[in-house]
């Protein structure tokens, strides 16, 4: 069980920091996927120890310092926002209505 959980943790990690990669490839920018995903770690921690919900600016403002090497400044802006929604708001709603389905599906168990 504990290889399991290990296996699914790092695979949401891998799944996490690959989403930057792909984004600046959408923006024609060559990226190291590796690097950038190394880069990201820091931040990653940052936004997790936070003492704002959800690491709220702290992501946003680091964002902007990790990735500012890969794209113009004019890019950069619209990067982060895609960034964080793809990564942490569209994740958010996603877990909303999983969690709306489960609880519909024990309220029909339960009458």
Not at 12 to 41: E, W
Not at 44 to 59: D, F, K, N
Not at 89 to 106: E, H, T, V
Request: charged share 10%; net charge neutral.
């Amino acid at each position: 069980m504990f290889f399991l959980a290990f296996f699914y943790s790092v695979m949401l990690y891998i799944t996490f920091l690959s989403i930057a990669p792909v984004l600046i490839k959408a923006f024609g920018k060559n990226v190291d996927v590796l690097t950038s995903m190394l880069r990201q770690l820091g931040l990653l921690y940052g936004i997790y120890m936070s003492p704002t919900p959800g690491g709220a600016g702290v992501g946003e403002i680091g964002g902007l310092e990790v990735f500012k090497g890969y794209l113009s400044l004019y890019e950069l802006g619209l990067f982060v926002i895609l960034w964080r929604f793809v990564s942490q708001y569209f994740s958010a709603f996603i877990g909303w209505i999983l969690f709306q389905i489960i609880l519909i599906k024990d309220n029909e168990k339960q009458t």
